[in-house]
């Protein structure tokens, strides 16, 4: 690791080789947090820059961080964080999940690979997303999950409460795993009752037959 860098995370492919590195630098100074990311790419760290011949991101779609868990355990549910250090985080706090995340932040969620959580040919897995305390992470993973489940998902999306600081994540909880077990079906929002139908429905058996169908027959 570079001097003045703060931390770094290797992106594999699913069998686990490796693909490139994220780095990230603190740049803030005067109590001012500010972060940069840089790829390890052909032998070198490039950062983003007009001068720099090399890309400083990976082409689109982009693998995503923890790809090889998917393969490794395909029984195991998912869960979806914001963030490499999250994911480290939150794969300590739920060992019975795959964790997973993906790079460069909110606004690249259309810009990872998602189809390995629902191959061709199969039932999507069982996936619960955990969004950062703010708005633009609520947000990131509404937009997540509406993509998710139109790939044939099973998602939830949890739901922190809003007393919990602005931003915070599960890189700030200071739980067991058995704690976090707890907090995490405290925060989903209940399942639907089996069968119930989604608000505004209306019940098939009111409805009016299709116009020009055969009339309902008289019990």
């Not at 969620?109 to 069982?126: E, V």
């Not at 209940?190 to 409805?207: C, I, N, T, V």
């Amino acid at each position: 690791m570079e001097q003045g860098a703060i931390a770094q995370w290797c992106y594999r492919d699913a069998a686990g080789n490796q693909l490139f590195w994220i780095q990230r630098l603190c740049l803030g100074g005067k109590g001012r947090k500010a972060f940069l990311h840089r790829v390890w790419l052909d032998g070198g760290w490039h950062r983003p820059s007009r001068r720099d011949p090399f890309s400083c991101e990976w082409p689109a779609p982009r693998p995503l961080y923890g790809l090889p868990g998917l393969s490794q355990h395909p029984e195991a549910p998912v869960l979806v964080v914001e963030g490499e250090g999250t994911a480290d985080a939150a794969a300590r706090l739920f060992p019975e999940h795959v964790v997973i995340s993906w790079a460069n932040g909110t606004n690249a969620i259309a810009k990872a690979d998602w189809q390995p959580l629902a191959p061709l040919g199969l039932a999507g897995r069982a996936v619960t997303l955990w969004p950062d305390a703010d708005a633009p992470g609520r947000k990131a993973m509404a937009r997540l999950a509406a993509l998710l489940r139109e790939q044939g998902c099973r998602v939830q999306l949890v739901d922190p409460p809003a007393e919990l600081p602005q931003g915070w994540d599960l890189a700030d909880a200071e739980w067991s795993p058995a704690e976090a077990a707890e907090h995490l079906q405290q925060w989903l929002p209940p399942l639907p009752a089996e069968g119930a139908r989604p608000a505004g429905a209306s019940d098939p058996a009111e409805q009016e037959p299709a116009s020009g169908g055969p009339p309902a027959a008289d019990g």
